[in-house]
């Protein structure tokens, strides 16, 4: 059953010149010799898979999504929701990009039903590539990903991540967004019993004369 979580939205996204990205996948060959990470999708297959993505919750909540290559289908990771399609290319490691971003692209693509030929992802240094659209991006290795967040984790649930999780673990796994909002949210929420507290001292203080 696909699962729906909340997203921050973010700003959008910015446009390269075409030519530009195409001339660097224009051949697999040519992509895998200079060592660009590069994969090619069915356009049909693609937008399909990411319909479970365009109607994702909306919330202030952040968080990254996760792009990884295995078995012959590239996989996107949520928090609480992953989609594949078919794939090839090199992909030697994982991607880390902003949830919004994807979000965005999901929108775009699954508004058309126009087929504007293969869909393709490429990393240049820290940038992803998709077509005319890029974003910043984390390249690690493979097999970073090893927090798996349910969809509807409670906030203590994400509070605690960076109790039982290394930074290292939760950035790689792109959940840094969502402990840094759970542990701002909690330092308002304690700063507002003290307030609460010292206010309450004052009005039961006995009065003198």
Avoid at 63 to 71: N, R, T
Avoid at 151 to 158: E, I, R, T, Y
């Amino acid at each position: 059953m696909q699962m729906e979580f909340d997203l921050a939205e973010t700003s959008e996204t910015e446009q390269t010149e075409t030519t530009g990205v195409q001339s660097d996948l224009g051949s697999s060959s040519a992509s895998a010799d200079e060592g660009v990470p590069w994969l090619e999708m069915d356009p049909t297959e693609f937008r399909a898979s990411l319909k479970h993505v365009r109607k994702l919750a909306r919330s202030k909540e952040r968080a990254e999504a996760v792009i990884s290559f295995a078995d012959g289908q590239v996989a996107i990771a949520f928090p609480g929701l992953e989609v594949r399609s078919d794939a090839e290319g090199v992909w030697p490691g994982e991607a880390r990009v902003s949830a919004g971003f994807i979000q965005g692209l999901a929108r775009r693509l699954t508004a058309t039903r126009a087929e504007s030929g293969p869909a393709k992802f490429h990393v240049e240094g820290e940038t992803l590539f998709f077509g005319t659209y890029s974003t910043p991006c984390v390249w690690q290795g493979a097999g970073g990903r090893s927090i798996h967040l349910p969809a509807d984790a409670p906030f203590l649930m994400q509070l605690r991540l960076s109790w039982s999780h290394t930074e290292e673990e939760i950035e790689r796994s792109g959940l840094t967004p969502v402990v840094e909002a759970a542990t701002e949210r909690m330092t308002k929420l304690v700063a507002r019993a003290c307030r609460s507290t010292a206010s309450a001292s004052r009005r039961t203080e006995p009065s003198t004369s």
